[in-house]
């Protein structure tokens, strides 16, 4: 007697994986949220946090000062949720209060060193970008630095409108709508940011990064992305060229 030889399963024949349930919309969550359901509110903290962390890290340059701002965002946002109207869309809302509450903390701040070895933003982006050149991380660490350091040296506001739209990956117009400005004014300091980035990078006798290729990676692929292992640098550097 043959014994029957059951099918191998090849990844041509593999059997289908049923999808799982679509996510429920970001406004269901906050309606559900608003009416007191604390599930609702605790998935839009999971669905929101990375990036209002990297937000806050971004603005204050600080990983103690992050964690601090992203707690106290969404405490404030729990308690603010009842006045929260849904005249512009619920990102808009938090990074308002991410932005606001970021800056108070940075401004209460001591002054960084210009150029700070230590800087958190600086392991990041080195990490983000170390895999493609392994034999370079102290080069990278050195000129990364630097890009942040000058990026550290813009006005608050400016700073703001290239972490929202460099960084985080806002259009102009969903930056305009946080900041609460004219979307054309958010492309007019997009420009004085490029060329306070250079007169920066000048000071500290900075060489041009060549943002090229990986640059417009990034940009393209960052809403996909953690927020946290974002090539910062490479951002910046695609921000102050031409």
């Known amino acids: ?72 965002v969404f405490l404030r946002a729990w308690e603010q949720l009842r006045n929260f109207e849904g005249r512009s869309a619920f990102f808009t809302w938090i990074y308002r209060i991410a932005v606001n509450r970021a800056l108070q903390v940075r401004q209460r701040s001591a002054s960084r060193p210009m150029i700070d070895p230590d800087d ?35 006005s608050p506001l400016l700073r703001t409108t290239v972490a929202l739209t460099t960084l985080q990956g806002l259009s102009h117009p969903e930056a305009a709508a946080v900041l ?11 420009h004085e940011a490029r060329a306070k980035l250079r007169d920066a990078l000048a000071r500290c006798n900075a060489a041009p990064i060549d943002a090229g290729a990986p640059a417009r990676r990034a940009r393209a692929g960052q809403r996909d992305r953690d927020p946290n292992t974002l090539s910062l640098a490479w951002a910046l550097a695609a921000a102050f060229q031409s």
């Open 1 to 72: 007697m043959v014994a029957s030889r059951r099918p191998r399963l090849t990844p041509d024949r593999a059997l289908p994986v049923a999808p799982g349930p679509p996510p429920v919309p970001t406004d269901a969550l906050v309606r559900a949220a608003r009416d007191g359901h604390a599930r609702a509110f605790q998935e839009l903290v999971h669905r929101f946090r990375p990036r209002i962390r990297a937000l806050a890290l971004q603005l204050t340059a600080n990983q103690s000062d992050a964690d601090d701002v992203t707690q106290d």
């Open 120 to 154: 958190p933003r600086v392991t990041l982006a080195v990490a983000a970008d170390g895999h493609s050149h392994p034999h370079h991380a102290i080069e990278l660490r050195e000129r990364y630095g630097q890009l942040l350091w000058a990026f550290d040296q813009l």
């Open 180 to 190: 609460n400005c004219p979307e054309g004014t958010i492309a007019w300091r997009m």
